[in-house]
């Protein structure tokens, strides 16, 4: 079973700064993504990456795959609060088809 | 489009009382279907997943079943609620390719 560790698990930041979310694992995984989810709702894919070192940006969120492509990051800049929420990622691997692997999620908080 | 419908948003049961949750997709042939638990702002845990009519796979033992009378159609059940079962129930859909989900609203179970 492979392993994503998220972290920090919580972060409370004031508008208008930068934040970052990593997720590490020991396996490597065949893509990776990222999802966001408000309290009661079911999460909201944000990215999917696939390639070694494949860098995506969404308007002020910033996804990295690394390398070795066993872990990712989430750079969020100029963080607003409708930023707010519980950051998870998912990633598949060759041996899981069909099947995604959560990490425990980054819960955080812009306050205005 | 595609759309996943989950109901009941919100639920309370006594224990010992039965369960059952709905899930169905739109727009949409021949999904994988799959239904998670998740702990209080944390990551999601994989119950069952489906990739045909009739076809489920459990992740892990537990008091809950699953079925697919339905291409589109997926059940969450269970004969004699536990207080351990309360939680959010996610229900999520993907294609033939497996790594994308995407999610309902979610089902907030309360066994008393």
């Known amino acids: 079973t492979q392993l994503l560790e998220q972290s920090p698990q919580f972060l409370s930041i004031q508008e208008g700064e930068n934040l970052t979310v990593y997720c590490n694992s020991s396996s490597v995984f065949s893509s990776l993504q990222w999802y966001r989810q408000e309290p009661g709702e079911g999460p909201v894919l944000l990215v999917t990456v696939v390639t070694g070192g494949e860098v995506k940006k969404l308007k002020r969120l910033t996804f990295q795959f690394g390398d070795a492509r066993k872990d990712s990051s989430l750079h969020i800049t100029a963080a607003q609060p409708g930023d707010t929420g519980l950051y998870l990622c998912?990633?598949?691997?060759?041996?899981?088809?069909?099947?995604?692997?959560f990490g425990a999620g980054t819960q955080v908080v812009v306050t205005p | 489009s595609q759309t996943i419908h989950q109901w009941p948003a919100t639920l309370v049961q006594p224990v010992g009382s039965p369960l059952s949750l709905e899930c169905t997709v739109e727009?949409?042939?021949?999904?994988?279907l799959y239904w998670y638990r998740q702990a209080a702002g944390r990551g999601l845990q994989l119950l069952f997943y489906s990739v045909g009519i009739g076809q489920i796979s459990s992740e892990v033992p537990q008091n809950l079943s699953a079925s697919r009378p339905q291409d589109r159609q997926f059940i969450l059940s269970s004969k004699k609620l536990l207080l351990s079962d309360s939680g959010f129930y996610l229900c999520a859909w993907s294609d033939g390719g497996g790594n994308i989900q995407y999610f309902g609203a979610g089902t907030r179970l309360s066994v008393l």
């Open positions: 727009g949409t042939s021949n999904p994988n």
């Open positions: 998912a990633g598949t691997s060759t041996d899981s088809w069909g099947k995604l692997q």
